[in-house]
T-cell receptor, first 114, second 110 residues
């Protein structure tokens, strides 16, 4: 069983469209994250949720809206997609929100905006 | 903003060579992690170091946390093609946030 799974793995869409990426973890972790990895492979945190509560919200355009229906799921909805949104988006989870625990990552969702 | 600069950015070596990757910051971190990421996959944790001066060994990999907890290094002995990947350091700083380094891409050829 995949510990952290995200769908879709690939997403190609036109500028201006709205898209969602879903993430589920079966590890029983309390904390989930969304990271963005750009073309230079820099991994930057976007959001973090602890037990469905938003705890980290970096400087991300409000076109990006995370939603955590329960602690095992964290989805990311993006409105009005722009070219600069093209990247690989990683979902991750950890036992705690302390920042010291191991992060378990999904395989990533590669978003290409044309 | 706490920044972690890794060097070198790219490293291409032959099997059997030794190498060191550096992770530097002007900020103090309460702990530091090293991850390896292979193409098409998410990063996977290699090690966590928490004490200044700490050295941890994982087979041919040796990790060190600087005395002042501002920097770290990863040394690989006798590199193998299976070591190929993107190596990322990540430090826990203010607000319990994990900040990733700029990454080092390692290619080990036969």
């Amino acid at each position: 069983d995949t510990a952290v799974s995200q769908t879709p793995k690939y997403l190609v869409t036109q500028m201006g469209n709205d898209k969602s990426i879903k993430c589920e973890q079966n590890l029983g972790h309390d904390t989930m994250y969304w990271y963005k990895q750009d073309s230079k492979k820099f991994l930057k945190i976007m959001f973090s949720y602890n037990n469905k509560e938003l705890i980290i919200n970096e400087t991300v355009p409000n076109r990006f809206s995370p939603k955590s229906p329960d602690k095992a799921h964290l989805n990311l909805h993006i409105n009005s997609l722009e070219l600069g949104d093209s990247a690989v988006y990683f979902c991750a989870s950890s036992w705690t929100s302390s920042g010291t625990g191991e992060l378990f990552f999904g395989e990533g969702s590669r978003l290409t905006v044309l | 903003t706490q920044l972690l600069e890794q060097s070198p950015q790219f490293l291409s070596i032959q099997e059997g060579e030794n190498l060191t990757v550096y992770c530097n910051s002007s900020s103090v971190f309460s702990s530091l992690q090293w991850y390896r990421q292979e193409p098409g996959e998410g990063p996977v944790l290699l090690v966590t170091v928490v004490t200044g001066g700490e050295v941890k060994k994982l087979k041919r990999l040796t990790f060190q946390f600087g005395d002042a907890r501002k920097d770290s290094s990863l040394h690989i002995t006798a590199a193998q093609p299976g070591d190929t990947g993107l190596y990322l350091c990540a430090g826990t700083g203010t607000a319990s946030k994990l900040t990733f380094g700029t990454g080092t891409r390692l290619q080990v050829t036969l």
